[in-house]
């Protein structure tokens, strides 16, 4: 069997969309419709239906795709036993938080010990990356969580985000000279990262449950949203310290001396069954010792 037709296969099998495919792959749509129909005469079987929504693997495709992907793991083991070196791309998966302070030195690391290997990084929350290593868009994942019980993601701690809260010099809250209380924080507009983001998360549920107050969460997409609203002193916000260093630096933003919240724990985050080539495994090895260093 043509193993090209088993990575069409799992690539439409990820995107739902020929399309989608077509341009993972780098290929023609026609010839990623050429490969599934192939596919298919060879197996005797329809792998999928075609919906105006796009491609739906059938019952037997849902069956096949394990095993497609246990050939392609061997495959590729088979590739990287007679190479000896260490190429190919990895896809990573993380915060937009981790994307500019963590990711970054890894990166450049990796290019010094292994330039033939090319890392692609997508900015991501924590069910998006726990679904890419599911799907397979993924070979690795940074995910800012407490606790990390994923059916068929692995995690390990790599290192500890500690956590503060922030506002602008002028704010009222910047010149108290003692910890502020839920109560006080309650009572303030804040401007925190997406649903998804464990810690945004986790205050608003704090916040919420601060009696006789009403909590102006404000949500973003976005770091550098949130930063530059507090720093025009429109509210407060909780980031990540690594996140704001060149702010508080800059006399832009200060730390409000608040309730003590416990430090995130990062994970590096990997399928469970997938096998993980020796590109994926140099990427982990730098993504870990910048992490510790």
């Known amino acids: 069997m043509d193993t090209r037709l088993l990575h069409t296969f799992t690539a439409l099998a990820r995107t739902g969309s020929f399309t989608a495919a077509a341009a993972e792959l780098n290929l023609a749509q026609s010839t990623v419709t050429v490969h599934i129909r192939a596919l298919e005469r060879e197996l005797g ?55 500019s302070t963590r990711v970054p030195g890894a990166i450049a690391a990796l290019r010094t010990s292994h330039p033939e290997v090319d890392v692609r990084l997508y900015a991501a929350g924590t069910a998006e990356c726990v679904e890419g290593l599911r799907s397979g868009r993924l070979d690795l994942a940074l995910l800012l969580e407490e606790d990390a019980d994923f059916r068929d993601v692995i995690t390990e701690p790599i290192t500890q985000e500690p956590l503060a809260f922030l506002c602008a010099p002028g704010h009222p809250l910047a010149a108290r000279a003692q910890a502020v209380t839920w109560t006080d924080l309650a009572a303030e507009s804040f401007f925190l990262l997406e649903q998804g983001c464990s810690y945004s998360d986790e205050l608003e549920r704090r916040l919420l449950a601060v009696p006789g107050t009403r909590p102006r969460p404000t949500r973003f997409g976005s770091v550098d949203a949130a930063r530059s609203c507090v720093a025009a002193g429109l509210g407060l916000t909780l980031l990540p310290l690594t996140t704001v260093a060149e702010q508080l630096h800059q006399g832009r933003l200060v730390q409000v001396p608040g309730p003590r919240l416990a430090d995130v724990p990062v994970r590096l985050a990997r399928h469970r069954r997938r096998w993980t080539g020796p590109a994926v495994q140099a990427f982990s090895q730098e993504l870990i010792r910048q992490a510790t260093h």
């Open 45 to 99: 079987a329809r792998l999928f239906d075609r919906l105006p929504s796009g491609a739906l693997l059938t019952e037997y495709g849902r069956g096949l795709l394990e095993r497609a992907e246990d050939v392609l793991d061997a495959v590729a083991r088979l590739r990287a036993d007679v190479d000896g070196d260490v190429r190919g791309s990895v896809t990573l998966g993380a915060p937009e938080s981790l994307c």
